[in-house]
Nanobody, 127 residues
């Protein structure tokens, strides 16, 4: 599986960005894609995930109500619309995937066995 994140950049607090994750190489129609981020000096944080099967989603509390994850199954691309960005959102954002033999319905993204990650894209929020 290959994953490529793009769309990062600099934005002022309160601004918006949309990230894209282009995926390829899946052997199953059942997969989940998650967005992760790593801020300077911190560990990896899973912030959003979506199922390819039914579009079910889950979000971390830190981004709930501000970020929206969506998908285009034809393009095998997942998007992360980020609104009302804050300085604490500054991080390298990257996507991960989990491919399963069964239909996926997300109740808690923390249960998803992500095992592939792509290169990240830097998001900087500052004035």
């Amino acid at each position: 599986v290959q994953l490529q994140a793009s769309g990062g950049g600099w934005v002022q607090p309160g601004g918006s960005l949309r990230l894209s994750c282009a995926a390829s190489g899946f052997t199953s129609d059942h997969y989940a894609i998650g967005w992760f981020r790593r801020a300077p000096g911190t560990g990896r944080e899973l912030i959003a995930a979506i199922s390819s099967d039914d579009g079910s989603t889950d979000y971390a509390d830190s981004v709930k109500g501000r970020f929206i994850i969506s998908k285009d199954n034809v393009k095998k691309t997942v998007y992360l619309q980020m609104d009302n960005l804050k300085p604490e959102d500054t991080a390298v954002y990257y996507c991960g995937s989990a491919e399963l033999p069964l239909r996926i319905h997300i109740i808690s993204m923390r249960m998803i066995p992500f095992n592939s990650w792509g290169q990240g894209t830097l998001v900087t929020v500052s004035s």
